[in-house]
């Protein structure tokens, strides 16, 4: 499927309607068969043992299957996570950006499969590795965004 939105445009859609994220994500890459999407790691997300933790993780990983789906089917802010499995492999290293590999692997007219690697920057081999399904709201409902 072609792309509908670039990476300026997923970067101004979570700049201006998903403000519980704005400044934390950045989308660094946008092609017809992924996205690459850049936890900017602070404080916030680290765990005692000098970590990232669990849970910025799979932040990670949701808004990264979010933005992958919204490239391709375009802004609509109602699309929800409706099941995710997350598999946790390495530690991750302290204070270093993380970044989300997302790609589509199957688009439908209701639901999007998303796979999504995470790497530490700087790390060759994954730290962790999750598949996400989202539900995509109906064309011409609220959920549809003017960008």
């Known amino acids: 499927m072609s792309l509908v939105m670039t990476a300026d445009d997923l970067n101004q859609f979570l700049e201006t309607v998903f403000l ?3 400044g934390e994500f950045h989308v660094e890459e946008v ?7 850049r936890l ?8 005692p043992g000098g970590t990232v933790s669990g849970p910025a993780m799979f932040g990670l990983a949701d808004v990264t299957a979010y933005v992958a789906t919204l490239a ?3 802004p609509r802010a109602l699309a929800v996570t409706t099941n995710c499995s997350i598999d946790f492999m390495r530690k991750p290293a302290a204070g270093v950006d993380l970044l989300g590999t997302g790609r589509v692997l199957k688009l439908g007219k209701q ?6 690697l995470i790497h530490s920057e700087g790390m ?3 730290v962790a590795r999750a598949s996400l399904t ?3 709201p109906p064309r011409g409902s609220a959920a549809d965004v003017t960008m």
Do not use: F
């Open 20 to 22: 519980e994220v704005a």
């Open 134 to 136: 989202y539900a995509i």
């Open 124 to 126: 060759d081999k994954p």
């Open 72 to 74: 391709q089917i375009g």
């Open 31 to 37: 092609s017809e068969d992924q996205v690459v999407l």
């Open 111 to 116: 639901l999007s499969v998303t796979d999504v």
């Open 40 to 47: 900017n790691v602070s404080d916030k997300h680290l765990r």
